[in-house]
Structure formats: structure tokens, C-alpha cells
């Protein structure tokens, strides 16, 4: 992988939630819910990537999974890839957002219908929801 790419995470919980982190900047994306995640950096893999990021936005550690099917290309040309992943140490904190909530299917709808899910990050809803209800 390379810096083209840019890795977030679906990261799920036993009882039917995902964890969802509200951007503070820029200000097109501020106050939108999405799956944290960064940059991948040049020798790392998407799940070194995801990990590194996790750490340093929400000061958990995690294991990854498997891949959402669906991937976005941003217009930026950075292709954007999701991950599922559970925490295994840590309890989340907003080090890098201006929050994060644990929400369950129906209020990930209700956010969507909001209008406040990143417009990229809305590709993977289906499957999110498709994920959550299963739980
Ligand atoms: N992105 C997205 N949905 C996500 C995560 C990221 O659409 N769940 C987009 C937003 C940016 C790009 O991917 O266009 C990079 O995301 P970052 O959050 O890493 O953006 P930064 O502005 O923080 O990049 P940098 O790491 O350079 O500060």
C-alpha cells in the first residue's frame, strides 16, 4: 500500500454498534460523522495503517478483520478502504475529533437521513447496517 490510499475503520462492538467519530476540520466535513482513519504511509499495510491511526486518534488498541467490500475513490484520486475491527485494549476518546458515540443501526439511519455522515463514508452504509443488524 501507499500513500494513495487511505484506510478507516469499522470498528464493531458484541452488541450491535459501530463506532462513529464526528471530524472537526475542514470546514466542508466539520460536525459530519465518520469511520476514523488516516493515511497509509509508504512500506505499511492497511492494518498497520488502521492500527497506527486508531492509536493515535482514539487511544485504543485494536485487531483488525476483514475489509468492507465496497471501495471510494475520493476526488482527491486517494482511494479510500474500510476495515472491521474490534477494540482490544483502551476505551475510545476524541483525541483528534470533536466526538465519538457508539451508535446502533437505527441511529445511523437517522444520522444519514440527517445528512451528517461524511458523504464518502455513506457508500458503506449498507453493509454497516447489513453488520449491525446481524449482531
Ligand atoms: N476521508 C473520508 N472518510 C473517512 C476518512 C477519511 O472521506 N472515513 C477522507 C477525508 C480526506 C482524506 O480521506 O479527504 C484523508 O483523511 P484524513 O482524515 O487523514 O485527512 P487529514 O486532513 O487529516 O489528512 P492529514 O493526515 O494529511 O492531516
Same mark, same amino acid.
Given at each position: 500500500?501507499?500513500?494513495?490510499?487511505?484506510?478507516?475503520?469499522?470498528?464493531?462492538?458484541?452488541?450491535?454498534?459501530?463506532?462513529?467519530?464526528?471530524?472537526?476540520?475542514?470546514?466542508?466535513?466539520?460536525? &459530519?460523522? #465518520?469511520?476514523?482513519?488516516?493515511? =497509509? *504511509?509508504? @512500506?505499511?499495510? %492497511? !492494518?498497520? +495503517?488502521?492500527?497506527? $491511526? &486508531?492509536? #493515535?486518534?482514539?487511544?485504543?488498541? =485494536? *485487531?483488525? @478483520?476483514?475489509? %468492507? !467490500?465496497? +471501495?471510494?475513490?475520493? $476526488?482527491?484520486?486517494?482511494?479510500?478502504?474500510?476495515?472491521?475491527?474490534?477494540?482490544?485494549?483502551?476505551?475510545?476518546?476524541?483525541?483528534?475529533?470533536?466526538?465519538?458515540?457508539?451508535?446502533?443501526?437505527?441511529?445511523?439511519?437517522?444520522?444519514?437521513?440527517?445528512?451528517?455522515?461524511?458523504?464518502?463514508?455513506?457508500?458503506?452504509?449498507?453493509?454497516?447496517?447489513?453488520?449491525?443488524?446481524?449482531?
Amino acid at each position: 500500500m501507499s500513500a494513495t490510499t487511505v484506510v478507516a475503520g469499522a470498528i464493531l462492538s458484541d452488541d450491535g454498534r459501530i463506532l462513529l467519530a464526528q471530524r472537526a476540520y475542514p470546514p466542508e466535513l466539520a460536525g &459530519l460523522w #465518520e469511520l476514523p482513519g488516516g493515511k =497509509v *504511509e509508504p @512500506g505499511e499495510t %492497511l !492494518a498497520d +495503517a488502521l492500527v497506527r $491511526e &486508531l492509536c #493515535e486518534e482514539l487511544n485504543v488498541r =485494536v *485487531e483488525v @478483520g476483514d475489509r %468492507l !467490500a465496497v +471501495a471510494v475513490t475520493l $476526488e482527491s484520486g486517494l482511494e479510500l478502504i474500510a476495515l472491521r475491527a474490534t477494540i482490544v485494549d483502551g476505551t475510545p476518546t476524541a483525541a483528534e475529533h470533536r466526538m465519538i458515540e457508539w451508535v446502533d443501526a437505527e441511529r445511523l439511519r437517522a444520522l444519514d437521513q440527517a445528512g451528517a455522515v461524511v458523504p464518502n463514508d455513506r457508500e458503506w452504509l449498507p453493509e454497516i447496517l447489513a453488520d449491525l443488524l446481524e449482531r
